[in-house]
C-alpha cells in the first residue's frame, strides 16, 4: 500500500515510527508549518517533522489544506490509503479520494469524549477507563465508522502527561493491527451509535483550569491532574496565579473553604467542601517549577 501520514505532536510520532518498522510503505508526511518560538523567534519544527526528516521521508507542509496544489500533490503521489493522528480537520475531498479511505486514531472509546482534549478531559471527569479507537473519516468530526478499539485504565496516579503517554504507545499498535486488517481485506466497520449519552471533549480554555475551591476535594484532584502536566491547574494567591501540578487531599469538616494555611511540619494546605488539598508541586506566576517547600520557604503567604 502506498500510505500519506498526517500528524503533528509527539503522540503521532510513536504510531508513524511503528508504521515503518514494520516496513509499510510512507510516501509522504503531512504535518504542520513551521512556526517561530522563542526569544529569537527562530522555526520550530513538528516532532512529526523531525522524525520525518530522520527517516528521509517526503514532507509536506501546506498553509491551506483546500488549496489546488495541496491536492494536486497528493494526487500525484497516487496513495492507496491515508492515516490522520492529531492533525487539522482535512476537506472532503482530501480524506475521500485514496481508494481505501482515510483512517484516524482517536485517544478515546468513541463516541465518548469526541473533540479536541479527550486525554484531559477523560480524568478531569473522574473517569477509571479510556482508550483508543481507530476509524474512516466522514463528514462530521469524530463521528466515522468504527474499525477497532482497545481500552485502558486510568490509574489514581496517572495525570494527563503519563495518561498520553500510555495511549500514545497503545495507540500505535492499533493502527497497525487496522493496517494489517485493510492491508487483508477484512476491516469490519461498525457504525457508532449517535443517540446514546456521551461526553464531549472540547479544547482547554483558561476557565477549565481555574481551580473552585467550594468544589469537593475529589474533583479539584481530578481537575489538577487533568491538567498536568500541560495547561495546568491554577489559583490565586498574594494577587498572582500559582500552578499546582500534584498533591493528595485529607478528608474532615472545614469551617470554610478557600483557606490558605501553612501547617507546623511546613506543607500547604488549602480548605475545600469536605477538607484540605495539599499541593506538592507548583510553579508561581513569573518563576520555574518547584516542590512545596521550596516555594513555602522563598515566599510569605
Same mark, same amino acid.
Not at 47 to 73: D, G, M, R, T
Given at each position: 500500500?502506498?500510505?500519506?501520514?498526517?500528524?503533528?505532536?509527539?503522540?503521532?510520532?510513536?504510531?508513524?515510527?511503528?508504521?515503518?518498522?514494520?516496513?509499510?510503505?510512507?510516501?509522504?508526511?503531512?504535518?504542520?508549518?513551521?512556526?517561530?518560538?522563542?526569544?529569537?523567534?527562530? &522555526?520550530?519544527?513538528?516532532?512529526?517533522?523531525?522524525?520525518?526528516?530522520?527517516?528521509? &521521508?517526503?514532507?509536506?507542509?501546506?498553509?491551506?489544506?483546500?488549496?489546488?496544489?495541496?491536492?494536486?500533490?497528493? /494526487?500525484?503521489?497516487?496513495?492507496?490509503?491515508?492515516?490522520?493522528?492529531?492533525?487539522?480537520? &482535512?476537506?472532503?475531498?482530501?480524506?475521500?479520494?485514496?481508494?481505501?479511505?482515510?483512517?484516524?486514531?482517536?485517544?478515546?472509546?468513541?463516541?465518548?469524549?469526541?473533540?479536541?482534549?479527550?486525554?484531559?478531559?477523560?480524568?478531569?471527569?473522574?473517569?477509571?477507563?479510556?482508550?483508543?479507537?481507530?476509524?474512516?473519516?466522514?463528514?462530521?468530526?469524530?463521528?466515522?465508522?468504527?474499525?477497532?478499539?482497545?481500552?485502558?485504565?486510568?490509574?489514581?496516579?496517572?495525570?494527563?502527561?503519563?495518561?498520553?503517554?500510555?495511549?500514545?504507545?497503545?495507540?500505535?499498535?492499533?493502527?497497525?493491527?487496522?493496517?494489517?486488517? /485493510?492491508?487483508?481485506?477484512?476491516?469490519?466497520?461498525?457504525?457508532?451509535?449517535?443517540?446514546?449519552?456521551?461526553?464531549?471533549?472540547?479544547?482547554?480554555?483558561?476557565?477549565?483550569?481555574?481551580?473552585?475551591?467550594?468544589?469537593?476535594?475529589?474533583?479539584?484532584?481530578?481537575?489538577?491532574?487533568? &491538567?498536568?502536566?500541560?495547561?495546568?491547574?491554577?489559583?490565586?494567591?498574594?494577587?498572582?496565579?500559582?500552578? /499546582?501540578?500534584?498533591?493528595?487531599?485529607?478528608?474532615?469538616?472545614?469551617?470554610?473553604?478557600?483557606?490558605?494555611?501553612?501547617?507546623?511540619?511546613?506543607?500547604?494546605?488549602?480548605?475545600?467542601?469536605?477538607?484540605?488539598?495539599?499541593?506538592?508541586?507548583?510553579?508561581?506566576?513569573?518563576?520555574?517549577?518547584?516542590?512545596?517547600?521550596?516555594?513555602?520557604?522563598?515566599?510569605?503567604?
Amino acid at each position: 500500500m502506498r500510505i500519506v501520514f498526517y500528524g503533528t505532536p509527539q503522540f503521532a510520532v510513536a504510531s508513524l515510527r511503528k508504521i515503518l518498522e514494520n516496513n509499510y510503505n510512507i510516501v509522504a508526511v503531512v504535518t504542520s508549518p513551521d512556526k517561530p518560538a522563542g526569544r529569537g523567534m527562530k &522555526l520550530n519544527y513538528s516532532a512529526v517533522k523531525q522524525y520525518a526528516i530522520e527517516k528521509n &521521508l517526503k514532507i509536506l507542509q501546506p498553509e491551506n489544506l483546500k488549496s489546488e496544489a495541496f491536492y494536486n500533490e497528493l /494526487i500525484s503521489l497516487k496513495p492507496d490509503l491515508q492515516i490522520v493522528i492529531a492533525f487539522r480537520m &482535512l476537506p472532503e475531498k482530501i480524506w475521500k479520494f485514496p481508494p481505501l479511505g482515510t483512517f484516524n486514531l482517536h485517544a478515546s472509546l468513541l463516541p465518548d469524549y469526541r473533540g479536541a482534549a479527550p486525554i484531559n478531559r477523560a480524568i478531569m471527569n473522574g473517569e477509571r477507563v479510556t482508550g483508543v479507537t481507530t476509524f474512516f473519516l466522514k463528514h462530521e468530526i469524530d463521528t466515522g465508522n468504527i474499525i477497532l478499539q482497545e481500552s485502558i485504565v486510568i490509574e489514581p496516579s496517572d495525570n494527563a502527561g503519563t495518561l498520553h503517554d500510555k495511549l500514545m504507545e497503545t495507540g500505535a499498535e492499533l493502527v497497525l493491527k487496522t493496517l494489517e486488517k /485493510i492491508k487483508n481485506g477484512v476491516a469490519i466497520e461498525i457504525p457508532q451509535i449517535h443517540n446514546q449519552t456521551y461526553h464531549l471533549a472540547p479544547k482547554i480554555f483558561s476557565a477549565d483550569c481555574k481551580i473552585d475551591w467550594k468544589r469537593n476535594l475529589n474533583e479539584i484532584n481530578n481537575q489538577i491532574r487533568g &491538567l498536568s502536566p500541560y495547561p495546568g491547574a491554577f489559583t490565586s494567591i498574594n494577587n498572582k496565579l500559582l500552578k /499546582i501540578f500534584n498533591g493528595y487531599y485529607v478528608k474532615e469538616k472545614v469551617e470554610k473553604t478557600g483557606i490558605f494555611e501553612i501547617t507546623n511540619e511546613k506543607k500547604l494546605r488549602i480548605s475545600c467542601s469536605d477538607g484540605w488539598y495539599y499541593p506538592q508541586t507548583v510553579q508561581y506566576e513569573g518563576k520555574r517549577k518547584m516542590e512545596i517547600g521550596e516555594f513555602i520557604n522563598g515566599f510569605k503567604i
